[in-house]
C-alpha cells in the first residue's frame, strides 16, 4: 500500500489525504492559517483584543470577559489570555481536528470529505487564504475566466447602526483544506465569521448536521445556508455584466441549478450582498 499522503505537508496536527493515488491538485502553497494579501490591506496576524485575566484552566462564561465580548462561538479567547490552551474559548484557534480527506469528484473537480463521523455543530476546517483589500479582490475576481475555479469569497456583515464589515479572503495562491469545499444548495457545513486576536474574522466551518464518514462536506457559497434562485435584481447585474453563472452539480433535490454568483466583486454591482451574519457593536 502507498504511504497516505498528506495535502498540508505535516502543518495540520492530523493528514489531509489525497485520493486517488497517483493524481493531485494543481499546485498552491498550503497555509493552515490566513496570511497578509499581496496588496498588504489587511494583517490577519495582528493582535489588537485585549486578553482575559482568568486564571482558571478554561473560561466560565459568566466572568470571562472574552466570552461576553458576544454569544459563543463568535469570539475566542486569544493570545494575551492567561487562561490555558485548553480553554473551552479556544476552538477554531486550534485548527483541524478531524481527518479529511480531499477527493476527486464526477463533475465538480476535486471536493473534500469526511473519513470519520462527525456530529452537528462541531468545528470542521477554516477557510484559510491571503486576506485581500477590496479593490485586490475585485483585481482577481475580474481576471477570472468562466473556467477558471473561483477561492475568492466575500464576507459581509451587518453590524448594528447600518455599518457593513466586508472581509475578502483568496485561497487560490495560499490556502487550507478549505479551499477545496465545493457549493452544495442543501449543505452539510455552514460558515461563521470567529474572531481570535482582533476584528479580522477567521471564516469557520462548522458541521450543521450529523455527518457520516464517506460523505462530501459542502457549504452555500451564498451564505443563505440554502441557495436560492438568483432574485430579479442578481439576474439583471449579472446579465449587465455579461457575466455566465455555472451550473451546480450539487445533486440535491433543491438545487437552484446555478452557482451563487458574488455581484459586487464585478463593475457596476457594488450593492449586491451574499452574504449577511451579524456581528455585536462594540468591539
Ligand atoms: C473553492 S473551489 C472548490 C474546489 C474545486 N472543485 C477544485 O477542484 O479546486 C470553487 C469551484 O469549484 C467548482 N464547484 C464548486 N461547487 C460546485 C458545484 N456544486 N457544482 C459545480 N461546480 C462546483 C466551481 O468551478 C467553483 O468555481
Ligand atoms: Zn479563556
Ligand atoms: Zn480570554
Ligand atoms: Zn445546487
Keep these: 500500500m502507498a504511504a497516505e499522503r498528506d495535502l498540508s505537508g505535516g502543518l495540520e496536527s492530523v ?17 493552515p492559517d490566513c496570511v497578509p494579501g499581496a496588496d498588504g490591506a489587511v494583517d490577519p496576524t495582528e493582535v489588537t483584543f485585549p486578553g482575559c485575566p482568568c486564571r482558571a484552566r478554561s473560561c466560565s462564561p459568566r466572568s470571562c470577559p472574552c466570552a461576553r465580548r458576544g454569544a459563543a462561538p463568535l469570539f475566542e479567547c486569544n493570545a494575551m489570555c492567561r487562561c490555558s490552551d485548553g480553554c473551552g474559548k479556544r476552538v477554531v484557534q486550534r485548527g483541524l481536528r478531524v481527518r479529511l480527506q480531499v477527493f476527486l469528484t464526477a463533475a465538480k473537480g476535486w471536493g473534500v470529505r469526511a473519513l470519520q463521523p462527525i456530529a452537528e455543530g462541531t468545528f470542521v476546517c477554516e477557510y484559510a487564504g491571503e486576506v485581500l483589500g ?4 475585485r483585481r482577481r475576481a475580474r481576471a477570472q475566466t468562466a ?34 469545499l465545493n457549493h452544495s444548495c ?47 435584481g442578481e439576474r439583471k447585474a449579472a446579465e449587465e455584466d455579461n457575466v455566465q453563472r ?27 450582498s451574499s452574504r449577511s451574519p451579524s456581528v455585536p457593536e462594540g468591539t
Design 147 to 180: 473556467q477558471d475555479n473561483n477561492y475568492i469569497i466575500a464576507v459581509r456583515e451587518h453590524v448594528h447602526g447600518g455599518r457593513v464589515l466586508e472581509t475578502f479572503v483568496d485561497p487560490t495562491y495560499v490556502g487550507n483544506v478549505g479551499r477545496f
Design 134 to 137: 477590496l479593490d485586490e479582490a
Design 246 to 272: 455555472k451550473p451546480c452539480f450539487c445533486g440535491s433535490r433543491t438545487c437552484a441549478a446555478f452557482l451563487p454568483w458574488d455581484g459586487s466583486l464585478f463593475p457596476g454591482a457594488d450593492t449586491h
Design 15 to 31: 493528514a489531509v489525504e489525497l485520493w486517488p493515488p497517483g493524481e493531485s491538485p494543481p499546485p498552491f502553497q498550503y497555509s
Design 186 to 232: 442543501e449543505p452539510n457545513l455552514v460558515m461563521v465569521p470567529v474572531r481570535v486576536d482582533s476584528m479580522v474574522p477567521r471564516l469557520a466551518l462548522f458541521a450543521a448536521a450529523d455527518i457520516s464518514a464517506g460523505e462530501e462536506l459542502c457549504y452555500d457559497y451564498s451564505g443563505r445556508f440554502r441557495n436560492l434562485p438568483p432574485n430579479e
